[in-house]
């Protein structure tokens, strides 16, 4: 199953709690919430390249599965982490105390954070 396509964000919850949970500025968590947000994903193989546009805000991506790689936190620091792969549709990575799981069936991408108590969940439909 190939992560390949684009996707725009259906849905979202506990968007705000967790942002404040990451440190997110209160005027951030405000224009961010209700920003309209799509995801590219180009997958080729063990690589992986994926560009998210929320608003004017564009994040890239760039890893490969099973190698440390410098990954962009929603606050914009960059981290290094690894990027793993459980079965053949879903991506499992920890970083600074955020687990990130991010699983496709068929045309949805559910991505759920946690941090401590708290999960952030967002569902993408394939456009």
């Not at 709690?17 to 209160?26: E, H, N, Q, R, V």
């Not at 961010?32 to 063990?46: R, T």
């Not at 991506?61 to 981290?79: H, N, P, R, Y």
Request: with cysteine.
């Amino acid at each position: 199953m190939s992560f390949t396509g684009k996707y725009e964000l259906q849905s979202q919850e506990n968007f705000e709690p967790f942002m404040k949970a990451i440190g997110l500025p209160d005027e951030q968590i405000q224009k961010g919430k209700d920003v309209k947000s799509i995801s590219e994903i180009v997958q080729d193989g063990k690589k992986f390249k994926v560009t998210v546009t929320t608003g004017s805000k564009v994040i890239h991506q760039e890893f490969t599965i099973g190698e440390e790689c410098e990954l962009d936190m929603l606050s914009g620091e960059k981290v290094k982490g690894i990027v793993q792969m459980e079965g053949n549709n879903r991506l499992i990575t920890n970083m600074k105390g955020i687990k990130s799981v991010t699983e496709l069936n068929g045309d949805t991408i559910t991505l759920t954070m946690s941090v401590g108590d708290i999960t952030y969940k967002r569902i993408s439909k394939r456009i």
